[in-house]
């Protein structure tokens, strides 16, 4: 057996062994810096002394947050279902779409540029139109914010299916492994890094596609009207507040795709250090 | 049945056409009896890893035959006749070390319940009983090699095919897995093609070893290995060792075409 142990030596027993630990001493300099940001606007606002209607110290920020509470919620969750039932639509279908034209590389290879291309189109540019299309309510925001996340779920996803190494497929086929049983177990496996990407890209694209999409058009309790009308009678620091739980929204949507990446795929590259 | 358990005839493979054809191999014949440990061993480029490829169905031959216990080589794929290690590791790195053992079971349908079982003892096998949990990237190589070979063998084929298994690692891991494969091997039934370019290696694993030329590829002698089993560290330190190292080196440095004038092809060719 020593010659077993030898070989890793001085490791830790696994991954958990690694986390953990300096949790605090990870995340310290984030926080210090944050603070120091806060801390740096306070200043700059009151050493220049800045009108609040331009720019609203964060402490006023904050307290116009608390004044508002029940209203700002409302309208964040208003706005973040569209995001999130856009979102899902998108990334299912841009999933859904790769499996499919992944299945035949050549084919993959002809509807890539145009993915790329129409990836690469301010989709916002047709939130307007997506108005007349499906109404002032959240059906046109979700529209938008499907079409803002399928082009990139598409893209890295069919990626992610045709990167599986050459010899990873002919370990498949040593085993007479039908097509079916090598996407189930290796193709898929293979392509979660890349999916991933395009899931965590697409949570901030979604509260960018709901949001603005409301500036052309929406009801009185969306987020984006919401800002825009405050912003229009310069009660900007109820405006900000708005921004800032669209951020708050935005930030945890993020950070719940982030922990549900390192559960799906505790393995990865990407959690392996610290 | 009797007879070799893989017969190659006569067989080509050439690549590319017109002014870019390479003629990969080229009339090359051998034949494997049951239980037997043999290596091709060749300069780089000469089709070894070709020839190996060709009797997994993995590449077509061009032209010539090739049996394995009596069928296709396609038809013995099929019937999970066997398993392959190749140069690099090739793990899954989304499951973990006894998980990718489990692999091919699991797509071979055999019931789940032996999976584990089977599993564990092939990493026993190899030493590595202790590693089931971790992930191939806590591995060194060697150890991720090891665990190659585990999978090969987990689901009992009667072939092990090795592609330079040992080709990436350095020469004292290279030895110390040489004898660890010896072992397992004497611990299966399988018959082992093996492909490498170290002389060494081919010496102390090998019950024959064929010595191929390059471009076109082909079988220019075999050199039978007469070293007693089991075959123990010890075994490189004695004359006969050298002997034989010196003799399949000889093999390696013949001008071919003098070589082609003396063939040294298998029986049953």
Redesign the interface.
Same mark, same amino acid.
């Given at each position: 057996m020593a010659r077993v142990t030898t070989a890793v030596a001085g490791r830790p027993a696994g991954p958990a062994a690694r986390r953990g630990s300096g949790l605090i001493g990870e995340y310290l300099p984030a926080a210090v810096v944050f603070i120091a940001a806060i801390g740096l606007w306070e200043a700059f606002v009151f050493g220049f002394n800045i009108q609040f209607y331009l720019l609203p110290a964060p402490h006023v920020i904050v307290q116009a947050f608390r004044d508002n509470a029940a209203v700002l919620v409302g309208v964040g969750l208003y706005t973040f279902k569209e995001a999130l039932a856009g979102y899902a639509l998108g990334c299912g279908l841009g999933v859904l779409a790769a499996m499919a034209s992944s299945r035949s590389p050549a084919f993959a290879d002809l509807v890539l540029p145009y993915a790329i291309a129409s990836a690469s189109v301010p989709i916002i540019a047709l939130a307007p139109l997506a108005i007349v299309w499906f109404g002032v309510a959240q059906g046109s925001k979700i529209a938008i914010v499907t079409l803002m996340t399928f082009f990139p779920t598409f893209i890295s996803t069919v990626r992610g299916l045709l990167s599986v190494q050459p010899q990873s497929l002919e370990l498949m086929r040593s085993y007479a492994a039908g097509e079916w049983q090598t996407f189930v177990k290796l193709r898929l496996p293979a392509s979660l890094p890349y999916m991933f990407n395009a899931f965590k890209v697409g949570t901030t694209l979604s509260m960018i596609g709901a949001v603005v999409s409301e500036f052309f058009g929406g009801p009185e309790r969306s987020l984006g009207v919401y800002i825009s009308s405050k912003a229009a009678l310069f009660r900007t620091r109820e405006a900000w507040a708005a921004i800032l739980i669209a951020c708050a929204l935005g930030l945890s949507f993020y950070l719940v795709v982030v922990l549900v990446e390192r559960l799906v795929m505790p393995w990865h590259a990407s959690t392996r250090k610290t | 049945m009797n007879g070799p358990i893989i017969e190659v005839r006569d067989v080509g493979k050439v690549f590319g056409r017109g002014a870019g054809v390479t003629h990969a191999l080229e009339g090359t014949s051998l034949a494997i009896e049951p239980g037997e440990f043999i290596s091709i061993i060749g300069p780089s480029g000469c089709g070894k890893s070709t020839l190996l490829r060709i009797v997994?169905?993995?590449v077509e031959p061009s032209s010539g035959a090739v049996t394995i216990k009596g069928k296709s080589p396609h038809q013995a =794929?099929?019937? =999970?006749d !066997? @398993?392959?290690v190749?140069q690099?590791p /090739?793990l !899954? *790195?989304?499951?973990?070390v006894l998980r990718n053992v489990e692999?091919?079971l *699991? /797509?071979?349908g055999r019931p789940r319940s032996e999976w584990h079982g089977r599993a564990e003892t092939m990493l026993q096998l190899v @030493?590595?009983q202790?590693?089931q &949990?971790? !992930?191939p990237? &806590?591995?060194?190589g @060697?150890?991720q090699q090891r665990v190659a070979i585990a999978r090969a063998l987990v689901f009992n084929p009667s072939i092990l095919l090795m592609d330079e298994p040992f080709g990436a690692l350095d020469e004292l891991t290279r030895e =110390?897995l040489n004898l660890e494969l010896l072992s397992i091997w004497s611990q299966t039934s399988a018959t082992v093609l093996f492909i490498t370019h170290s002389i060494s290696e081919a010496v102390f694993l090998s019950s024959r070893v064929m010595v191929m030329s390059p471009r076109p590829g082909r079988i220019e002698r075999t050199v039978t290995i007469d070293l007693p089993r089991p075959r123990t560290a010890h075994t490189r330190a004695t004359p006969r060792f050298f002997d034989l190292v010196t003799k399949v080196r000889e093999g390696l440095r013949e001008d071919p075409a003098v070589a082609a004038g003396r063939d040294v092809v298998e029986e049953g060719a």
């Amino acid at each position: 057996m020593a010659r077993v142990t030898t070989a890793v030596a001085g490791r830790p027993a696994g991954p958990a062994a690694r986390r953990g630990s300096g949790l605090i001493g990870e995340y310290l300099p984030a926080a210090v810096v944050f603070i120091a940001a806060i801390g740096l606007w306070e200043a700059f606002v009151f050493g220049f002394n800045i009108q609040f209607y331009l720019l609203p110290a964060p402490h006023v920020i904050v307290q116009a947050f608390r004044d508002n509470a029940a209203v700002l919620v409302g309208v964040g969750l208003y706005t973040f279902k569209e995001a999130l039932a856009g979102y899902a639509l998108g990334c299912g279908l841009g999933v859904l779409a790769a499996m499919a034209s992944s299945r035949s590389p050549a084919f993959a290879d002809l509807v890539l540029p145009y993915a790329i291309a129409s990836a690469s189109v301010p989709i916002i540019a047709l939130a307007p139109l997506a108005i007349v299309w499906f109404g002032v309510a959240q059906g046109s925001k979700i529209a938008i914010v499907t079409l803002m996340t399928f082009f990139p779920t598409f893209i890295s996803t069919v990626r992610g299916l045709l990167s599986v190494q050459p010899q990873s497929l002919e370990l498949m086929r040593s085993y007479a492994a039908g097509e079916w049983q090598t996407f189930v177990k290796l193709r898929l496996p293979a392509s979660l890094p890349y999916m991933f990407n395009a899931f965590k890209v697409g949570t901030t694209l979604s509260m960018i596609g709901a949001v603005v999409s409301e500036f052309f058009g929406g009801p009185e309790r969306s987020l984006g009207v919401y800002i825009s009308s405050k912003a229009a009678l310069f009660r900007t620091r109820e405006a900000w507040a708005a921004i800032l739980i669209a951020c708050a929204l935005g930030l945890s949507f993020y950070l719940v795709v982030v922990l549900v990446e390192r559960l799906v795929m505790p393995w990865h590259a990407s959690t392996r250090k610290t | 049945m009797n007879g070799p358990i893989i017969e190659v005839r006569d067989v080509g493979k050439v690549f590319g056409r017109g002014a870019g054809v390479t003629h990969a191999l080229e009339g090359t014949s051998l034949a494997i009896e049951p239980g037997e440990f043999i290596s091709i061993i060749g300069p780089s480029g000469c089709g070894k890893s070709t020839l190996l490829r060709i009797v997994g169905d993995l590449v077509e031959p061009s032209s010539g035959a090739v049996t394995i216990k009596g069928k296709s080589p396609h038809q013995a =794929r099929l019937d =999970r006749d !066997y @398993g392959i290690v190749f140069q690099t590791p /090739v793990l !899954y *790195e989304w499951r973990t070390v006894l998980r990718n053992v489990e692999l091919p079971l *699991e /797509v071979m349908g055999r019931p789940r319940s032996e999976w584990h079982g089977r599993a564990e003892t092939m990493l026993q096998l190899v @030493g590595l009983q202790a590693f089931q &949990q971790h !992930y191939p990237w &806590q591995l060194s190589g @060697g150890m991720q090699q090891r665990v190659a070979i585990a999978r090969a063998l987990v689901f009992n084929p009667s072939i092990l095919l090795m592609d330079e298994p040992f080709g990436a690692l350095d020469e004292l891991t290279r030895e =110390r897995l040489n004898l660890e494969l010896l072992s397992i091997w004497s611990q299966t039934s399988a018959t082992v093609l093996f492909i490498t370019h170290s002389i060494s290696e081919a010496v102390f694993l090998s019950s024959r070893v064929m010595v191929m030329s390059p471009r076109p590829g082909r079988i220019e002698r075999t050199v039978t290995i007469d070293l007693p089993r089991p075959r123990t560290a010890h075994t490189r330190a004695t004359p006969r060792f050298f002997d034989l190292v010196t003799k399949v080196r000889e093999g390696l440095r013949e001008d071919p075409a003098v070589a082609a004038g003396r063939d040294v092809v298998e029986e049953g060719a």
